[in-house]
């Protein structure tokens, strides 16, 4: 329809891939696991007679028709649609949202009269501006932006960034703003944009090498420096705070400066190219990532649809219920704002503090103003009644357990976007040890003086219960003295499905095969919401709280965890506690709770919500909210220097912790997940800690008794 001057994608010529084509590009994205299909088109390419004739002929009554169908193939094969069809009507639009998760139009310019625009009627600013209203009255999650360099000057630029403020101000639709900058093509009539794209694309990701021819600018258009872009980059996050700054990272070599002037968002970097800037591949992300890390800055990825607009009220049913399926780890946390109201700060925090410090109960209001609490004084008041509380449940004495961990097998059907540990059976990184490995790791075990093996697999599909019951008994013969401490309510879940018997008989048998106590793991955190978004597939609430309840009364003793800094909100963890202290004050089998914070660096659930390590000070907090909200239903708290290091473990024995956990020889969960903590430590290391912090020190069994004492030596006591 259209005749702008900086364009070289437009044929003019009647061009249509057949839905043969469609359905064989969208096979082979799917296998290649891409997340997003992008319809990008010129203006009304069905104002063509021969495009139309075509559409005719194939039974679609137009263009839209058949981009709708074509979205609706790429939503069954797991690919999220966001379409930019150029200036279209409301109806149009109201089409594509049934099918599409996002939708985009570049505004360009509020300049009439630029030449580059001259025969495209497409291009007047209002019926742009038009589409872009129609977009947000819909309700659609919109992508829009302003070309730059095409003859315009630096304040027609501001006109259509403060053009685009006043609409996102009435809708709140603008999910971002592309700020692209113009560079000249040649013309490749003849050719194939996308292959030529795809062969520039394909060299630059393998060799890191990259072509951008160097043309001359045409009369029209007008320079643009980087000092231009950093400029437009600010008033970009001036004029619309919230919103996305994206800027191209394939048309200039600026873009980390414009990331370090606040530029947000780079993108989709495709693997295929840019078919409309063909000779301008998109960098891959390992080699942004590589290049924003020198300046500390990390690459984290998003899908088309901004994970705020993931909601009924911007995005349709079916197309939701896709990304619930598929990609659920980037729906963000929900139901803060609701809750927050509720936080009243102040009197709460203290009467809540001093309350707990005498073993009450907390309400649910308490515990999630005490999780959010920033206040140094009031955090200060927490320090010191978890400490005493400690003092006076667990005295001064600092335990610890020498045991090793046995992972027996990675292979995993469960999928957790925390983990890092669970692989795929045909995954290059799955194992399984096979019994003369096992063997040897429980004699290793044995000779290193370890009194427990905690022992813990992913959800191995082959595996029934008699396997589990297999490896208690060979750890029993191998090593009768060890105490087993084994298998999280996950596992036992899958044993009750495989075996087809209730948790309390699968209990009854792990016992008679050797099993000493159970792992309180798998709870994360003990809120059906929370768990939707991080482990959709895991067992819920109300089952883990079954089965450890069956542990307990089968004459298990376990312990209880919570994985926290993540994506849960202070009464999501408010929540996890009321359920444990519940079933603590029901059944008295939890020995220990052992918090857990998250570890995000390899993790998928760290990668999409570009999720940082805890800081220690909320760490050392959240620890003193947990001995808490316990009161005095349960004696014993741990710090994992697995996850927080012993340094911030041996700080913890300050903030209500009395244990520090096992000596564990064999640290894989979190070291996959990225932990830098090492994987073993020797006793001697958990005893100096103890006594740096001028505290007696003993090395317990599973079950608490005392091995050996290791008073404060007499020149620090
Ligand atoms: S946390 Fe456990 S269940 Fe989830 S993926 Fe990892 S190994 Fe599997």
Redesign the pocket.
Known sequence: MSHCKYCAFATHQPHLHEPGEVLALLDGAAKRRVKELLVLTGDEPDHHPGVRARLAALGFADFVAYVVWCCERALERGLLPHTNLGALAHEDLARLREVTASQGLMLESMRDDLVAHQASPTKAPARRLQTIRDAGALRIPFTSGVLVGIGESEEDRMAALEALAAVHAEFGHLQEVILQNFVPHRRYYGEEPADIATEAADTYWRTGLGEHPDLPRPAWSTPVSIDDMRRLVGEARRLLPGVGVQVPPNLADWWPELVASGATDLGGLSANGDHISPEHPFPSPTQVRKRLAQDGVALTERLCVYSRFIDPEWVSQGVLDMIKARFWSFIPRKGSGRREERVIRGDLVADAVHRARDGARLTEDELTALFAEDRPEAIEDMRQAADELRAELAGDTVTFVVNRNINVS?V?????A??G??QGKRSPDAYEHDEPEFVRRVREAVDFGASEICMQ???HPDWGLEDYEHWLRVAKATAPDLHLHAY?A?EVDHMCRTSGLPPLEVFERLRAAGLGSVPGT?AEVLDDGVRQRI?PN?LPVGRWVEIIGAAHEAGLRSTVTVMFGHVEEPWELAEHMRVVRALQERTGGFTEFVPLSFIPFHTLLGRTHGIEEISREENLKHTAVFRLALGRTVRSLQASWVKMGLDAATEALRWGVNDLGGTLMEEN?SRLAGSYHGVRLEPEDLVEAAHRAGRPAAERTTLYGIRRRYPVPAATA
């Not at 995993?412 to 957790?416: D, K, P």
């Open positions: 990675n995993c059907v469960v999928g957790c925390f983990c540990f669970g697999s992913g959800i999280s996950m798998a482990s895991k969960i």
